[in-house]
């Protein structure tokens, strides 16, 4: 080439490189779903810490006492997204997400609840310094909270349990698998992996409307969808992980080990604030007393079913600061 056309055909090479500006710089997965969000990038950060061979992924933001948030199956962090920005004005928020699942990585040598709660005071206590956490727990994160209390009382000030029948001397493994079909999948060995690998999306997609308000797993005529595409496509995007699937049914598996745990911990003397879905208070109680024994407030949710932030924010919310806030 003429050496008066290639500086054009550099020139124009540059030109066309300043005008389209840099490459946008690749966004880390477990950033995906926050990125374009300014308000809560600006407010939150994703971090993570190594504890015994897991890697710990959490987001932290906000100011005051330090809450650590729970996340149950099939859910991640995220869950608490829409009620975090709320929450960070009265406490320095951890959402973690549990040890194998949503963005940690590395599997624990079980998914007893009691041996997850062991992974989390390490990162809590250990790692960040936090000896008077108070604890939101929801779903089977609710009964990693109520390990967690029931193994450092002292490193706990405050304790909210969200919708789950607590595994121990009121229900048996074999009761509680008796509570749903999902449990009994979920429990079976190898088998759910085999059926919901090739489709996790559409599985998640299906299971979340059963069991919000109105739905079939509630007797209820069907329920709209809880949860908009980004959201699941969120979750299916950690859920579709070979590793994370099967650590997600590993929490069904270990209901046996739960039980016997439950059963042996003292009861709890924590301050507890118990929240259900609409109508499951009672039922719930049954479970839950025989093993935290101050449960200083015990409220329903209206309107909702089993995904309580999401279905009723603004109540969950308001019981969570009222309950956990300094002096309360």
């Known amino acids: 080439m003429h050496p008066r056309r290639a500086l054009a055909a550099l020139a124009a090479t540059l030109l066309l490189l300043t005008a389209c500006g840099p490459a946008p710089e690749p966004v880390a997965e477990h950033e995906a779903a926050t990125r374009g969000d300014t308000e809560f990038t600006e407010r939150f950060r994703h971090e993570f810490a190594d504890v015994d061979g897991v890697r710990l992924h959490y987001v932290t933001g906000g100011h005051g006492p330090a809450l650590v948030l729970l996340h149950g199956w099939p859910q991640t962090w995220y869950s608490w997204r829409g009620i975090m920005p709320a ?11 549990l040890p194998g699942l949503g963005d940690s990585t590395g599997a624990p ?27 939101a727990g929801h779903d089977l ?10 193994q450092f009382p002292d490193d706990v ?8 029948p607590l595994p121990g001397p009121a229900l048996d493994a074999a009761g509680y698998r008796g509570l749903s079909w999902h449990i009994a999948f ?3 060995p190898r088998v759910p992996e085999a059926v919901v ?3 996790v999306r559409d599985y998640l997609a299906l299971f979340y409307p059963q069991v919000a308000f109105g739905g ?7 329920a709209a969808p809880p949860f908009d ?6 979750y299916a995007r950690t859920y579709a992980r070979p590793e994370v699937l099967h650590g997600g049914f590993e929490l069904y598996r270990t209901l046996d080990q739960d039980v016997r745990a439950n059963t042996a911990a003292t009861p709890i003397s924590t301050p507890t604030l118990l929240m259900t879905a609409q109508g499951l208070l009672e039922p719930t109680r049954a479970t839950v007393a025989p093993r935290i024994g101050t449960i200083s407030r015990a409220v329903e949710v209206p309107g909702a079913g089993h995904w309580l932030a999401e279905e009723n924010p603004r109540f969950v919310t308001e019981e969570l600061v009222d309950f956990l806030a300094p002096g309360s």
């Open 87 to 97: 929450l960070a004005e009265h406490f320095t928020v951890y959402a973690l997400d």
């Open 109 to 135: 040598p079980s998914y007893d609840k009691a041996t997850l709660a062991r992974y989390l005071h390490t990162l809590v206590a250990d790692r960040l310094g936090i000896r008077d956490a108070r604890i």
């Open 141 to 150: 994160g609710a009964a990693v909270a109520f390990q967690y209390a029931a």
């Open 157 to 164: 000030d405050r304790l909210a349990y969200l919708d789950l």
């Open 186 to 188: 979920h429990s079976q």
């Open 197 to 199: 690998a090739d489709d």
């Open 216 to 222: 079939t797993a509630f007797g209820g005529p069907g």
């Open 229 to 234: 595409d980004a959201e699941v496509d969120e």
